[in-house]
């Protein structure tokens, strides 16, 4: 696909130039051909005439505003020279210059002045057409050029030299690929489905997270329809005159109207099709909603001679659509592009490698396998961070340990070497660490431990305990939540096991586990106290609610909840306490390894916590 040239200049814009031209010349033939030209007289200081006047050197003087010249007396039958001088205010001049016996006179007028004058008639209007001739140049050109603010600033994509983009290069969306490729048809073979009095959505909605390839399944379907592809941000609409962005809607269609078979993609459309009832508390009726309603408009009536052309749109946000927008048809259908599942994750990877060289130990299920819930977007950055990896270490290609150094660069940040740590901290963290590891060894759901390290990294992260899921889950018991909370509080339960007291590196893991427990509590109903009910409307928050995200509840019913919520936190606090201190000579073996090495991971941390036992096995032992 190839954007299309953009027309030559009218003739209206070359006179335009012309006359600019023209004016500048003149202008500059005014100021610097008279001192080209004219008798050069040397400058002298105010202080220095009056000095020679008082020693009644000067013959005579002629007095201006700007300039005062004056003739010195001359040796015998010579004149004298002549200077100038710039005046100041001195009231006292001419009777200092009658005094000493100066013949004095005004400055006669210029005969050059009737130049000022054309010049006072000429500048201001070219002035008015240089200002012109810049709002032309901003729109596009033509006479129409500074009207052109309400024209669409779509980009329009049509077939060309370059590549083009096809279904071959989506991978990970399957499910709504499928669903674009009775679109492809449709433009492609009409009359397949009018025959039969079928009729294709005006509009189809793509829907999902950011970085999941809902722009690029746009120019996918427009690729192998072979169409022209309207482009445009749905803020591109909305600007500061009143009803410019209903006017660009209006030329947006009647291009497309010319072009058809074509398709119109408007990314983002929150940000003009929010829902009007939102607006309500502020007036309403704003630029916003008028470009809302013209858009609603066009799409109830575009269809009518012209059945192709369809209207492709994208959202992270589809619960804060105004509810016209999404009736049948305007946009009549959803399809939904999420985050790629495990084979998702291979295609893309797949895709992505493509462009780089890669070693012969590469496995990219594995990479895939470590990478859930990253986007399309996520992993071709994982790829490019991998690449540069490569080459900032002097490889030839890409290796594997590139790829999991990368999936570390992106999840935790940098490495910090520079951020040395003294003795005392370094081995708390180990400890914290340590702990994490050990804990989540016995928990289930929360994926296998991959690796320990005391390095610094990202922001604020002294150490991190990796772990890797080993497969896709979508669904996820209470006990299995409830490990992974007594996972997240295993670095502060060895902080108190081995130090009796904490520190400050916790306070991260303390907000996840609250906020997991209070989601059993409010949004997963895992209380019994509380039975399955919902509290939580933070679903709902789209339409501008401020404060607490819970329903409004009553003072009994908060309490209730927070009693519930610190009941699961304590619970997993103590089941945390109990490992470590049942496992307390494995967990300073496993430590004093950490502090040696700094980073534990592969078979040697694999053997190390295989040994942890469970509390209940260890209590039968004893």
């Known amino acids: 696909m190839a954007i299309k040239d953009q027309p030559q200049p009218p003739r209206f814009r070359q006179i335009s130039n012309v006359l600019l031209l023209l004016s500048g010349l003149f202008l500059l033939a005014n100021i610097f051909l008279p001192n080209l030209f004219g008798p050069q007289i040397p400058q002298v200081p105010y202080s220095l005439f009056v000095h020679q006047v008082q020693e009644q050197d000067v013959v005579r003087a002629s007095v201006g505003q700007n300039e005062i010249r004056y003739q010195l007396k001359g040796e015998g039958d010579k004149p004298g020279q002549v200077l100038s001088t710039t005046p100041i205010f001195d009231l006292e001049l001419p009777k200092l210059l009658e005094a000493k016996g100066v013949e004095f006179a005004a400055t006669p007028p210029s005969k050059n002045g009737w130049i000022g004058s054309v ?282 340990e590139d790829f999991f150094e990368a999936f570390e660069r992106v999840v935790a940040g940098l490495e910090k070497k520079s951020r040395v740590l003294n003795e005392k901290e370094k081995k708390i963290v180990a400890y914290h660490e340590v702990g994490h590891a050990m804990v989540g060894a016995l928990m289930t759901g929360g994926g296998e431990v991959a690796k320990i390290s005391i390095v610094p990294r990202g922001m604020a992260a002294l150490g991190y305990t990796l772990q890797v899921p080993t497969e896709d889950r979508f669904l996820l018991d209470e006990s299995e939540l409830r490990g992974q909370i007594a996972t997240l509080l295993g670095g502060r339960s060895a902080e108190e096991v081995v130090f009796g007291s904490i520190t400050t590196g916790a306070s991260n893991d303390l907000q996840r586990a609250t906020d997991l427990a209070e989601r059993m509590v409010t949004t997963y109903g895992m209380s019994k106290v509380l039975g399955p009910l919902a509290y939580d409307r933070a679903q709902q928050s789209f339409l501008g609610e401020m404060g607490n995200a819970r329903r409004a509840v009553s003072a009994q019913t908060a309490e209730a909840i927070d009693k519930e919520v610190k009941e699961i936190v304590e619970t997993a606090h103590t089941q945390a306490l109990n490992i470590l201190k049942e496992n307390r000579e494995l967990l300073e073996t496993i430590t004093s390894q950490l502090l040696e090495t700094e980073v534990i991971e592969g078979e040697k941390l694999h053997n190390f916590l295989t040994q942890v036992k469970p509390v209940d096995q260890v209590s039968a032992v004893v």
């Open 119 to 400: 010049l006072s008639w000429v500048i201001p209007p070219l002035i008015f057409v240089a200002i012109f001739q810049f709002f032309m140049n901003r729109n596009g050109g033509g006479p129409q050029g500074a009207l052109s603010i309400g024209k669409s600033k779509a980009k329009v994509y049509v077939e060309g030299e370059s590549a083009k983009i096809t279904f071959a290069d989506v991978a990970g969306v399957e499910e709504a690929k499928t669903e674009l490729v009775e679109v492809v048809e449709f433009l492609k073979t009409p009359d397949k489905y009018t025959a039969i009095g079928a009729r294709i959505p005006k509009g189809v909605l793509l829907v999902g997270p950011p970085g999941t390839g809902k722009t690029l399944l746009a120019k996918a379907v427009a690729g192998e329809a072979g169409v022209p592809f309207f482009s445009i941000s749905g803020s591109e609409f909305v600007e500061l005159f009143v009803g410019v962005g209903s006017a660009r809607v209006r030329d947006l269609f009647e291009q497309a109207k010319k072009q058809a078979p074509c398709i119109i993609f408007i990314d983002e459309l929150d940000a003009i099709g929010k829902s009007r009832s939102s607006n309500a508390s502020f007036g309403g009726n704003d630029e916003r909603e008028q470009t809302l309603n013209q858009l609603l408009t066009e799409m109830d009536g575009f269809a009518v001679g012209n059945t192709t052309v369809i209207v492709l749109a994208a959202t992270n946000r589809p619960e804060s659509l105004d509810a016209a927008l999404l009736r049948p048809g305007r946009f009549d259908r959803q399809v939904l592009v999420d985050r790629p599942d495990l084979s998702g994750r291979e295609a893309i990877l797949n895709i992505h490698s493509q462009k780089v060289k890669l070693g012969p130990d590469i496995d990219l299920k594995a990479i895939a396998t470590r990478t859930p819930g990253f986007s399309g977007a996520d992993l071709a950055n994982l790829v490019n961070e991998a690449a540069l990896l490569a080459a900032r270490n002097k490889r030839l290609a890409v290796a594997q």
